[in-house]
């Protein structure tokens, strides 16, 4: 009986490969098979991060998601149609574990923290020897990009989806010191309102590509208009005891 | 007139070496002045984690805390000694830089987010080079660790510090679907009655030495009477949305 290969669910980190961690660039220098999502038609983010990593004749793994943006993620058929994907990426992965073949999946940011690996490792979990290797996260990058500390002493830190409604945003923003707000895209306007509203806006920041080529850093205030792309960051830095 | 040395502000990561970055690797391989903080007597845990990466001949500058439990954080004399402890570490990085010397300060986790390297920062940034490389985070290996995703879809996470107030801790953790409470040594019993009180306290797993040899997870009901470490860290998972 072939003993069944491991899939790893690799974490790259905000971006600059420079800041992936020695075990994920070790094991992607040594890679058989490396899989990733990516938008259909789209090289993705993190195929785009490996550039120049993978070893000749890799055999590479595009998971293209059969929907993004197209249908409201409250629509039932949202749900349909990204569980039948990830169970169809499921069995591709299980296939070749079961086979004696290591997989590397990768992904950007920590695999754990609001992670895409996280939809395959729950189907896996159970059924094949699953490792996943933790990495630094987009908002790490993005607070160091804005050259402060992001919590100090015994600041509350809340890290917020700008997918949440208005009104959990203002009230959620309200009793924490220091904030992270990610997923901004299209919900920068609602954002920008709560913000607003909880007396926020005027401390808060704007970070764009954190890490990457053509990272912005800038005061929200200072960007007023600005289309921003999906993975901006938006910070408000704690003001915690500090000898 | 000499240039300037720069002085690196590097995040070691969680604990285990081959989590830290890429750029850390190499900056510590290659390092002249390493810097690090750590309890007068004791080898300090940033210094641990880098135990056999140094080059031979390194200059080592080791920062002993004149204070660390001994005085409560709330006694004037607490913020006094620290500060001037500060600022006597800064002027003996800053004479490195002055006299062209690179210099690399290690420390545990990432540097902006409860770090100890923050106080450093603030003081020299403006009067010498400084660069911060980010790192992973302790509680990116505690969830790693347990084995479920932290966050999923809309989930709101909040990081408390065990140090805060109990009716503060009960506040939050009633508000937030996820959970990473940090700082835990001799606030466990607080925390507990917190968690309890929040109704949270069934699904809270307690991480030792999250990384590190002697990583311990378990339920923290599971834990009951167990004296643990300052630098343990308790999660509550999020349940959010998934396909």
């Keep these: 009986m072939t003993r069944p290969g491991t899939i790893w669910g690799i974490g790259l980190g905000p971006g600059d490969p420079d800041l992936m961690s020695v075990r994920a660039d070790r094991l992607l220098r040594a890679a058989r098979h490396v899989a990733y999502f990516r938008k259909a ?3 993705g983010q993190a195929r785009r991060i490996v550039e120049g990593m993978l070893p000749e004749g890799v055999d590479e793994i595009a998971m293209e998601y ?3 943006t197209e249908i409201p993620l409250t629509d039932p058929r949202y749900n349909a149609l990204l ?3 990830y169970e169809d990426c499921t069995r591709r992965l299980r296939a070749l574990s079961d086979a004696g073949e290591e997989v590397v999946v990768i992904s950007e940011g920590d695999p754990f923290f ?3 690996f996280m939809h395959l490792y729950t189907r896996l979990r159970d059924v094949a020897p699953v490792r996943v290797v933790p990495a630094i996260t987009g908002m790490s990058a993005a607070w160091t990009a804005t050259g402060t500390p992001i919590t100090w002493g015994d600041d509350v830190l809340c890290i917020l989806m700008g997918t949440l409604s208005e009104e959990d945003l203002v009230a959620q923003m309200r009793r924490s010191d220091a904030l992270v707000i990610m997923k901004i895209g299209r919900n920068i306007d609602k954002v920008r309102r ?3 509203t909880a007396g926020r806006y005027d401390a808060a920041w704007l970070v764009e590509y954190a890490s990457m080529e053509g990272q912005t850093v800038q005061r929200l205030s200072a ?4 289309v921003t792309p999906y993975f901006s960051i938006i910070l408000v830095h704690g003001e915690g005891r500090r000898p």
């Design 114 to 116: 609001y992670g895409s």
């Design 66 to 68: 059969p929907v993004t």
């Design 223 to 226: 960007a007023e208009g600005r």
């Design 41 to 43: 038609g789209r090289p």
């Design 194 to 196: 709560a913000l607003r």
């Design 83 to 85: 569980s039948a994907f």
